[in-house]
């Protein structure tokens, strides 16, 4: 609670204690036997006081508003209702009404004191990503660090970051090893080991060693300026629930007013009563229709819901998305990055009969000891042993074949069969799926290597939480070879695959399925890459993987997946469904229990007591119940 908030909380204790005494007074008769005949108006002078105590605020708002020509607002309603049940002390024959006009200012200001409550609660996921923003960059000049904005270190610096502090700006590590701290990025609890040549991103807190980064992005451009921007910005994009409701009240609010008016008015003129009895209808007509539960509860459900998965490293960038969200039941999917890691790895080494799985990559890893090819890579990096040049040479690059070199004297060939059949080797194929490098010394084949494109440890449970919670389809588009595709495709349980696809063609794909879709469905496409940006925006829904994803994507897209964890759209899945259900859930029951009060109102058997729970008490329930969207259960 801030300090506004308290202030606002002491003024509403002393005013309801206030209150408290003086009804005891009134009720029990004290004041009678004191004052006498004049009992009542003392009555009104002293609820009076709690009442301006605790409404000054509102009676000032509603002035304004009034001077501004937008007087149909809450504060207009409660202003009336309360105002006009203290005027009934001006009718001699009936009771009167002091204390319930203070009561409905009194309990309307808890109300809203617990709506600002709840408000500044639900922002709090969303609220503590703006401490990520790192206040400074340590930079070494003239051999001592010294701290400058993050905005004056350029792209290629190398800045330095102690245990304790926050990664300023995305880059690489080139010296040091440490453990970072995801949390606040990614809702990852377990640290990320992190050394030499290891990518790193803004806003995650070294935890052990010093680091020593050079720069990749502009601090503009690093991943945590685009958190914060998308943050910023996501309370903009409203869904059409919200925006119903926003306009619903725009005319409900004076209707209800033009209503409570005639309620008041007619019938005495018509003869059909005492104006004191139908002018207390009217007020408490007033008092029940005032629209804040559904004004506050439906933006602070979206609200909840968009914190609520920030808290697991899902960023939602308005409440329309997380809407659309709900009513996904078709995801399609690239490969390379979002399914799959993204990079290349040995997957296998088959070595023929008699002959050391060990020797095969290591005359395989020499011959390739001079390529930048990633296949060349994967190869180097799964030999466990130390590559000496200086038993390589006659190296020779065949393009799209393969590479031949002389290793000890022996001639080594290693690419795929169109090498080995044009320099008349035996090879043989392999049952696995993948790139094959067959590898051949001296004429003679030692054995096949499989790389592939390793599938990430959380695919085949993504796709599987998906089908749980209701989506029909999930399809993979991938522009990779189709036996690879439909290997990926059979092991994660994937509905359809796609191979072989342009860019182009991927965005016609999507075109085919939207076409499908079932009216009031909707269509999600998870991407990572560049050439996913076009797919992203065409989609319903866009989903980018964040930490790895181009920049391209990750605008693009409607939802970001900070730690690139596919398994996280199941469940953001569920939060947008958890939270369309409880916000219908309030708009059902505010406006359901506000019709009945309304109706006995008219026909005046509710009294402004329970018009203030059909009010203040209508409007609590409902924000309790939206703020069960911020709670997300991560086991599941």
């Not at 005359?363 to 130390?386: K, M, W």
Request: net charge negative; charged share 20%; glycine share 8%.
């Amino acid at each position: 609670m801030n300090k506004k908030q308290r202030r606002w909380r002491n003024r509403i204790i002393v005013a309801i204690t206030l209150f408290a005494a003086i009804m005891v007074a009134d009720k029990t008769g004290l004041l009678a036997q004191a004052f006498g005949g004049m009992a009542t108006y003392v009555a009104f002078a002293l609820y009076l006081v709690p009442f301006l105590i605790s409404g000054y605020d509102v009676l000032a708002k509603a002035a304004r508003n009034i001077r501004r020509g937008e007087a149909f607002d809450e504060a207009f309603l409660m202003t009336v209702a309360t105002i006009g049940a203290f005027a009934t002390v001006l009718f001699p024959d009936t009771e009167s009404q002091a204390a319930e006009g203070c009561a409905v200012m009194l309990f309307y200001q808890v109300g809203e004191l617990f709506q600002s409550y709840a408000v500044g609660k639900s922002r709090k996921s969303i609220s503590a990503m703006m401490d990520i923003a790192p206040d400074y960059a340590n930079v070494e000049r003239e051999g001592e660090l010294v701290e400058v904005d993050p905005d004056e270190v350029a792209v290629g610096d190398v800045i330095v970051v102690k245990p304790g502090e926050r990664v300023p700006i995305d880059g690489v590590v080139v010296e040091g090893v440490s453990q970072l701290d995801t949390a606040a990025l990614t809702g990852e609890s377990v640290p990320r080991h992190v050394e030499a040549g290891t990518s790193v991103i803004s806003g995650c807190i070294n935890m052990t060693g010093m680091l020593h980064v050079r720069t990749t992005k502009p601090f503009g451009e690093s991943t945590v300026s685009r958190i914060l921007e998308l943050v910023e910005n996501a309370s903009e994009k409203k869904a059409r629930t919200e925006n119903f409701i926003t306009r619903f009240a725009r005319v409900y609010t004076p209707i209800v007013v033009f209503a409570a008016l005639a309620l008041a008015v007619i019938p005495p003129l018509l003869g059909m009563g005492p104006w004191t009895d139908w002018v207390m209808r009217g007020l408490t007509f007033l008092v029940v229709s005032c629209p804040c539960a559904l004004v506050i509860s439906v933006p602070l459900s979206f609200f909840g819901g968009i914190g609520g998965a920030s808290r697991i490293g899902v960023l939602v960038k308005g409440s329309n998305y997380l809407e659309m969200l709900a009513k996904v039941d078709t995801v399609v999917f690239d490969k390379t990055g979002t399914l799959t890691s993204g990079t290349f790895n040995v997957v296998a080494v088959h070595p023929e009969a008699g002959v050391d799985p060990d020797y095969v990559l290591s005359y395989a890893a020499h011959a390739e000891a001079f390529s930048d090819h990633p296949i060349a890579v994967s190869v180097r990096a799964a030999y466990s042993g130390r590559i000496d040049q200086s038993r390589i040479a006659d190296v020779r690059e065949e393009s799209g074949h393969g590479v031949t070199a002389r290793v000890d004297e022996h001639v080594v060939m290693v690419g795929n069969d169109k090498l080995m059949a044009e320099h008349g080797a035996r090879w043989h194929e392999c049952d696995l799926t993948g790139t094959i490098l067959h590898v051949s010394v001296d004429g003679s084949y030692a054995g096949h290597i499989v790389i592939a494109d390793v599938v990430k440890d959380d695919a085949a449970q993504a796709i599987a939480s998906l089908h749980a919670t209701g989506v029909k389809r999930c399809v993979m588009l991938t522009g990779d070879r189709r036996d690879v595709a439909q290997a990926v495709g059979r092991r994660l349980g994937l509905d359809e695959v796609h191979a072989q696809l342009l860019p182009e063609d991927k965005v016609v794909e999507v075109e085919r399925l939207l076409a499908n879709e079932a009216e009031g469905h909707r269509l999600a496409f998870v991407g990572d890459g560049i050439n996913d940006a076009p797919v992203l925006m065409r989609a319903d829904v866009g989903i980018a993987m964040g930490a790895m994803g181009s920049d391209a994507a990750i605008e693009a897209a409607d939802v970001v997946l900070m730690d690139d964890h596919p398994s996280k759209i199941a469940l953001a899945m569920r939060v947008a469904r958890r939270t369309m259900r409880i916000v219908w859930q309030n708009i059902v029951f505010a406006i359901g229990v506000k019709v009945i009060i309304l109706a006995l109102a008219a026909v005046g058997v509710a009294n402004m007591w329970l018009a203030v729970f059909g009010d203040v008490g209508v409007a609590i329930i409902a924000i309790l119940n939206a703020m069960r969207c911020m709670r997300v259960k991560r086991d599941q």
